[in-house]
């Protein structure tokens, strides 16, 4: 059971409000800071900043980290805040990297934001000499695997995760079908499903399809006349893996597993897509090299 009221004593530690309300108002502008004033961390976000945050403290505290997906920059600005020496944070929603580069240049803090997608991150990891790189619930949009193998080739020391996994017992094989595929392919590890889904959310940007009709500074795709979304032409792919499948993978991969939580009850939070199909797990990857 989680013990939220010390994550929030934690939470109220490091964070300043002040500097959530000047967040807001370079990336949103006046309207943010009237809801600013009576602004709540939810149990949800309390829940991902402890497991992928505050317990993690060891591969952010002076480390160079970089937050790929950052969104509106609130995980980038508190591993900035639990003491990582370098922020690069990638997104590629214009409002959001102007906005949180002004934020950040006001202040003077050690964080520098990119307009950029995840096939950027290899680059960006050599060219800005990575530590650590977070990854947030980004594995449903991408292709997850790639990007974990440019991690593995790189000279990043840690990886920390945010996954939606599916617990195996939602897809079980049959046993004909379970032996057909051992003797000619080997043993299954796992499964991937795969979900048909529309680019109605914040992250809809992500989908490599139609990066070239995203609007720049927004993100949006496929909006009609009427400024609406046009569900029409919005499909894209949504991949959720199982936790056999991720957890053979790192194995695969060769990352060593320094920690690993699993969502084991619900988390109140009705604003996230893949919340509803699956359920998170955290890991924390130690990147040792060969040699």
Known sequence: ?????????????????????????HIWGEDSQEMMKTF????????KYDHSIVKNEKAIRGQRVLDLGCNHGLYSYMAMRHGASHVV??????????????????????????????????????????????MMSMDTYIPWEERMYDL???????????????????MQMDKEISDNVKAKFGMPVGFTLHYESHNVDTRAVINPLHRDKADPTTGFQHIGPDGEVDLTKSHFIRSLRSRDYISKFIEHA??????????????????????????????????????
């Open 89 to 134: 944070g990638v997104e590629p929603r214009g409002m959001f990297v102007d906005g949180l580069n002004a934020f950040s240049e006001k202040n003077n803090f050690p964080m520098k934001f990119y307009k950029a997608y995840d096939t950027d991150l290899a680059n960006l990891v050599k060219e800005h000499n990575i530590d650590t790189v977070i």
């Open 152 to 170: 593995r080739r790189s000279d990043v020391k840690w990886i920390i995760l945010q996954l939606t996994s599916l617990p195996k017992t939602w």
């Open 40 to 47: 709540e961390p939810s149990d949800a976000m309390l829940t």
């Open 254 to 291: 060769g990352f060593t597993v320094e920690s690993s939580l699993t969502q084991d009850e619900p988390i109140p939070d009705q604003t996230s897509v893949a919340m509803a199909h699956g359920v998170y797990q955290w890991y924390l990857l130690h990147n040792k090299k060969q040699g």
């Open 1 to 25: 059971m989680l013990d939220l009221h010390n994550i929030r004593t934690t939470y109220d530690n490091h964070i300043n409000t002040e500097h959530l309300c000047d967040m807001a108002l």
